[in-house]
């Protein structure tokens, strides 16, 4: 000790202790450490050469006290958070690093600062990893750019970051520069002299050599490297695969490293090195045809050559500069000399000079290296890949290029999804997990990568994807700390990859769908280690097959030339389904509502011409129905590639991609506290579908026969499942006060606004992930019906996930009653007496419904199970069951004609499901049935019995809309319609019940037709019911208990009542419906009764105009509107629209009728162009009005010197109006053909009375074409 401090002399108090400490450190952690032995002397000489370094280092006179030396045991144990140590920097330096650092990654923070010394020997781990060893113990040591000379050495590591694992006890420590080596290097393997480099073989001389079997030959090769593979480790024997080539042809000879102490060649062979390696030995493939190749023996030594210094050149040097190239230690001088002889060799990140560590390489490579491709010029490339349609499926050819760039995101670790240069995405999932995973402001080089374009739309379209002929290599690793600290994790997802063999652009939607699903169902739907099933279940259910299928050969894949291996293809679907998440579908949801541009678009045809008070009823309400899809906005990424570069035509980019949705279904009144803030979309009237981001409700139909039905089972309550083809559905109320057309883009005319959104969707199309309890005994039942015991269909299992979810049937007694129902009551909010809420009003509704045998008492919750011949009998009790404030929940469940059982959980008390009088009844001497008030507690279960249900489920007096019309007796009614139109009876809004919402308070009148064509208005009164979604032209409805009223003129319509209830049961497409439209002809269209049709198509000949109106007239009031001033004395508005209407009489050889056109079809019938109509209405902006009408078959104008009306008069008698014509024309409402009208006829004295057919009037609604 005092021979060590004399070599220090003049030191203060504290440097000598802190000298002691050093040299008591080196003695025990460096002389203690496995397999070594140090004398004192030995020991002395370290702990000189080391406090030499640490000075040299320091670059200062005095010692660095504030750092200490630290064991491997206690950096692991004790250092929790990632940092970093760096003897050489100043504050100021380390300042500046951390500012570029921050700078360049935006929310990354740089590691913190420590002031520790590590110390100890490098050896090589099992796999070939580097280790740190010292008395304590060892950690794993990952490097830039080991050299073979420093294994065994005792090593001084100045410059390091530390990243911790979550597992305890691991960890990794990153060498941010060379390790200084403490001893001068001895042992070492002999440097190849120039003689011993002449006799050695080039690749293609040792390639000869293969193909002449000789045993026991050893063969010294030199080569070029040009692929390193990763350390595979297959069936017990761990292994990589390094190829060489020949610098001059290019030839390649691949040499398999198999010996555990070679391993670790694999950490400093780069691509593009110059190596020399002894003592391969010839070995045969059994895996890979037979094929031989050399290998690696227990004598192998590698060497690294200066490129400069390949043995083709060599003979010009002298030896010494053959040594080979290390990349370290300072107290070599020799190494030194061979950077000055051969600069080219030194690859910018391999400099050492500690005082100028760079954190960033800019430099370009050595000339003979492949120029790496940068991420434009990858575009450029890629944008033309071979696309082969390959059994119906779009295949692309990928490219194998080289890349450099900076990891900028980790997108998922699991997945080993990265994004580099914040546009390249990089999954590095088609080779064995890495021992470090990459982190964000990593530097790194792949070599060999198949460049993918647009693999997958939810990625970045360049995907750069490694395989195992890939080099990947870190060659700066990143100064910034990971939000989480680098786990190994489970890495579920690219196991999956390998036992499911899927394709690569499969492989890249689940694990983005897997990120998703992470994010919206776990923990509370899904457990963690379920996630991936889930996704892989998702994909087999929307993908009819995946691809793939190929097995990965290894060695075909790293030897085979030309390469190819899974990535080699792969299937580029730009439309392929998206998932989203709830609150993302709300989002899309409002995306579909407008702005001005849309408004304009609600009201073609014709908008123009409509005057203030059509416009806004117009406008009142409005709705868009379309596919579950959604479009992506094409990333700047595409823009920059142009239209004409993009392969994928115009579809691709701008299509639309169909969305599916993952939730669990529950009933409307499953609220919790905790999730009030969420999104939330629900109406009593529907079901939800929920997942951990938001609730969204749905109209849901059930298939049954042909057609769909309103059904749905209470099984589904609960279960998590996947939807695929929804449409989602926004309706639109407005209350605005447009003045005209011309100001829909004011926003300020809008005065209320207020959106509706679901979705609609037949269960067909919902997928179970996971059952409900209930759910899975429906489907055992239904697997027993049908007598297939076999195929227990394929299911995720779910790790008891769904225990959890829904706890099983409870050990708790219940009571049960089995229910038919019978008809269903609307909701409504009424004064039930019972409960006190806001008005006294209650939301509920009630059922009547039939009890079918006696209550029974069970041990546990026997939900749906199959009904026992106890819980049916002969004995029938009638009740009213009525469901009140939360109890209305049931109300989307419960429907006409299908069997319950009422579980009443908690009791053994069988009177409550007796039907007996309610409490809140017993005052009232009854004149009903008895009444069942359901309780919180109750539960109902859909009992599937279709003997029964199937026959009944029509009841007997549903009726259609023909049916409806010719009843000439019913005055309450049960019918079924396809909803045509739908129109908001404005003048209702603003009186009567006052709702905040606009939606609310509504009256309405519903066009329902069926397939005949006859058509018939309901008036729906909502002042005092929740909103019912659903309602949309097209979808089918089940009306019920409406009033049949007749009009005055004897036309037949329908109100409804406080009871009566609308129901979906069946979803129109998502277009509007277009009415298919028979040719007719007119005589036909004369015929009295029922066969008299409503639209049809007429082909027929204009015979003559009978009237022509133009009018500019005020939006306001309807006066003529004369040079921009309303001709009304009390109006002062300044805004007038257009109006035209025509009347014509039309014949087809069968017969004659009136037809009438208004605004956009009467340019059209006139034959004017859009040009020549605007100057019609410029010159008629003097008068205001003109009118042209016929008096028996000749035009007649109201005033002959008018050079507009001559004009008028002769363009209507010409042939260009007179013409032939196909129109769509709807019957106008209310004209009564068959009786006609009595007329009265004087000839001479005497009085003829007679009944006139009145002529036929029509409508035309379309203009088809001149024919
Ligand atoms: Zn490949
Ligand atoms: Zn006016």
């Not at 990354?108 to 590590?118: E, G, I």
């Not at 759910?775 to 227990?792: F, I, P, S, V």
């Amino acid at each position: 000790m005092e021979e060590f401090l004399d070599r220090f002399p003049g030191r203060s108090d504290a440097e000598r202790s802190w000298l002691k400490e050093v040299f008591g450190f080196v003695k025990h952690q460096l002389g203690s450490a496995p397999d070594t032995s140090l004398t004192e002397e030995a020991a002395l000489d370290l702990s000189v050469s080391l406090l030499r370094r640490i000075e040299e280092i320091h670059n200062t006179c005095t010692l660095p006290l504030s750092y200490r030396l630290l064991s491997v045991s206690e950096l692991v144990a004790r250092q929790k958070v990632a940092c970093v140590s760096n003897l050489s920097w100043s504050t100021n330096q380390h300042k500046a690093c951390v500012k570029e650092a921050e700078s360049e990654q935006a929310h990354h923070k740089a590691l913190p600062r420590v002031h520790l010394l590590l110390i100890g020997y490098l050896r090589a781990g099992r796999a070939g990893e580097l280790r740190l060893t010292d008395a304590s113990g060892d950690v794993t040591c990952e490097c830039v750019s080991p050299s073979p000379q420093w294994l065994g050495q005792p090593v001084f590591l100045p410059h390091w970051n530390y990243i911790p694992h979550n597992a305890p006890h691991m960890g990794l420590v990153e060498l941010i520069g060379s390790p200084v080596l403490l001893s001068p290097c001895q042992g070492l393997a002999v440097h190849p002299g120039g003689a011993e480099l002449s006799r050695a073989d080039g690749v293609k001389e040792a390639a000869a050599r293969l193909l002449t079997r000789c045993q026991g030959v050893r063969v010294q090769l030199w080569g070029v490297v040009c692929s390193v593979s990763p350390v595979l480790e297959v069936s017990d024997s761990t292994f990589f695969i390094l190829i060489l080539k020949d610098p001059q042809n290019s030839q390649t000879l691949p040499v398999l490293v198999q010996e555990t102490g070679c391993l670790w060649w694999s950490q400093c062979v780069f691509v593009d090195q110059c190596v020399y390696v002894t003592v391969l030995r010839v070995c045969v493939v059994r895996g890979w045809k037979g094929n031989r190749l050399l290998s690696a023996t227990s004598k192998s030594k590698l060497h690294i050559l200066p490129h400069a210094l390949s043995p083709d050149t060599h003979t010009t040097h002298t030896p010494n500069t053959l040594s080979p190239h290390t990349h370290a230690t300072n107290t070599n001088t020799q190494d030194t000399e061979t950077h000055t002889l051969s600069p080219h060799a030194q690859t910018p990140e391999q400099h050492t000079d500690t005082q100028t560590i760079s954190l960033k390489t800019h430099t370009p490579q050595q000339q003979n290296t492949e120029t790496f491709t940068q991420p434009l010029e990858a575009t450029e490339q890629k944008v033309e890949p071979n696309v082969i349609i390959q059994s119906g499926v779009r295949m692309k050819r990928s490219k194998v290029i080289s890349y450099q760039g900076v990891v900028t995101e980790v997108l998922s670790e699991e997945a080993g999804l990265y994004m580099i240069d914040g546009e390249v995405g990089l999954c590095l999932a088609h080779q064995p997990p890495r021992r470090r995973g990459l982190r964000t402001g990593d530097h790194l080089q792949i070599h060999g990568v198949h460049f993918l374009y647009q693999p997958c739309p939810d990625l970045p379209p360049s995907m750069l994807c490694v395989c195992l002929r890939s080099t990947l290599r870190v060659t700066t690793f990143s100064p910034l700390a990971t939000p989480e600290p680098g786990s190994p994790g489970p890495l579920s997802l690219p196991r999956f990859l390998l036992k499911q063999d899927v394709g690569v652009s499969q492989y890249l939607w689940i694990s983005h769908v897997t990120k998703q699903l992470r994010c919206s169902l776990v923990p509370r739907w899904l457990k963690a280690n379920t996630v991936c099933a889930v996704a892989w279940r998702i994909l087999q259910l929307l993908f009819k097959r995946t691809e793939g299928g190929r097995r990965r050969d290894i060695y075909t894949e790293i030897l085979e030339d030309p390469h190819t291996c899974p990535l080699s293809q792969y299937t580029a679907d730009p439309l392929v389904c998206e998932y989203v998440c709830v609150r993302e579908c709300l989002s899309a949801l409002e995306s579909q509502c407008g702005s001005g541009a849309s408004l304009r678009s609600l009201l073609l045809p014709g908008g123009a011409s409509l005057s203030k008070a059509q416009l806004n009823q117009r406008l009142a309400w409005s709705h868009s129905a379309r596919p579950g899809t959604r479009t992506r906005p094409p990333t700047p990424h595409q823009e920059q590639a142009g239209p004409q570069k993009d392969q994928s035509g115009p579809g691709p980019t701008r299509g639309q991609r169909p969305l599916v949705l993952v939730g669990v279904l529950e009933l409307p009144g499953q609220t919790d506290a905790a999730h009030t803030s969420l999104h939330t979309h629900t109406s009593p009237h529907t079901l939800q579908l929920r997942d951990g981001s938001g609730r969204v409700a749905c109209v849901v139909t059930e298939p049954h026969e042909d057609r769909q039905r309103a059904v749905f089972n209470s099984a589904w309550i609960g279960c998590l499942v996947c939807v695929k083809r929804v449409t989602m559905v926004t309706e639109q109320f407005l209350q605005s006060d447009f003045p005209s057309y011309t100001h829909l883009e004011q926003d300020g005319y809008i005065t209320h606004k207020h959106y509706r959104s679901y979705l609609q969707f037949c269960s067909s199309d919902v997928h179970i992930l996971s059952p409900s309890v209930a759910m899975a005994t429906h489907l055992q039942a239904e697997r027993a019906k049908r007598g297939e015991e076999e195929r227990e269909e394929k299911r995720v299992k779910l790790d008891g996930e769904e225990e959890e979810r829904l706890p099983r049937s409870s050990q708790h007694p219940c009571v049960s009653v089995v229910m038919r129902v019978e008809q269903k009551e609307g909701l409504s909010w009424r004064n039930t007496g019972a409960e006190r809420e806001e008005a006294g009003l209650t939301l509920s509704f009630r059922v009547r419904a039939e009890l079918i045998g006696p209550a029974l008492k069970w041990g546990k919750d026997p939900k749906n199970s199959l009904v026992t011949g106890a819980e049916m009998d002969s004995h029938v009790t009638k009740v009213q069951v009525v469901y009140q404030s939360r109890a209305v929940q049931w109300f989307p469940v419960l429907q006409p004609n299908c069997l319950y059982r009422i579980v009443v959980s908690n009791t053994q008390d069988t009177s409550l499901l007796s039907g007996k009088v309610a409490p809140w009844q017993s005052k009232v001497e009854l004149h009903t049935d008895p009444a069942l008030q359901v309780g919180l507690d109750w539960t109902f279960h859909t009992l599937a019995l279709p003997n029964l249900l199937h026959s009944q489920c029509l009841s007997p007096n549903l009726m259609s809309v023909s049916e409806l019309l010719d009843s000439s007796s019913a005055e309450m009614v049960w019918f079924q319609g396809v909803l045509s139109e739908r129109i908001s009876l404005l003048e209702n809004t603003n009186t009567g019940h006052a709702h905040s919402d606009v939606g609310e308070g509504l009256k309405l009148r519903l066009t329902m037709c069926d397939q005949s064509g006859r058509s018939v208005h309901v008036y729906l009164d909502l002042s005092r019911a929740p909103y019912p979604p659903g309602l949309l032209p097209g979808n089918t409805l089940l009306l019920s208990a409406f009033q049949r009223r007749l009009s005055r003129s004897g036309g037949v319509y329908c109100n409804s009542l406080p009871v009566s209830c609308v129901t979906v049961s069946q979803l129109g497409d998502s277009s509007p419906p277009q009415p298919s439209t028979p040719l007719v002809h007119l005589m036909d269209w004369m015929q009295p009764g029922e066969k008299r049709c409503i639209v049809g198509q007429v082909k027929g000949h204009v015979v003559c105009v009978l009237y022509l109106q133009l009018t500019w007239s005020c939006s306001l009031c309807d006066s003529t509107f004369i040079q921009s001033r309303c001709s009304s004395p009390q109006c002062y508005s300044t805004t007038a629209v257009f109006q035209s209407t025509a009347k014509i009489i039309m014949e087809d050889g069968t017969g004659e009728a009136q037809v009438w056109f208004s605004c956009p079809l009467v340019r059209l019938l006139l034959g004017l162009a859009d040009s020549q109509w605007e100057e019609l209405q410029r010159a008629l902006r003097v008068r205001g009005r003109i009118r042209v009408y016929s008096r028996g078959r000749g035009l007649v104008c109201e005033e002959d010197s008018d050079c507009l009306l001559q004009y008028l008069s002769s363009l209507c008698s010409s042939s260009t109006v007179c013409r032939s014509l196909t129109l769509t024309c709807r019957a106008r409402a209310h004209t009564q053909q068959a009786e006609g009208e009595a007329r009265r006829f004087t000839r001479g004295e005497t009085d003829f009375m007679t009944r006139m057919l009145l002529p036929l009037q029509l409508t035309c609604t379309h203009i088809e074409a001149d024919s």
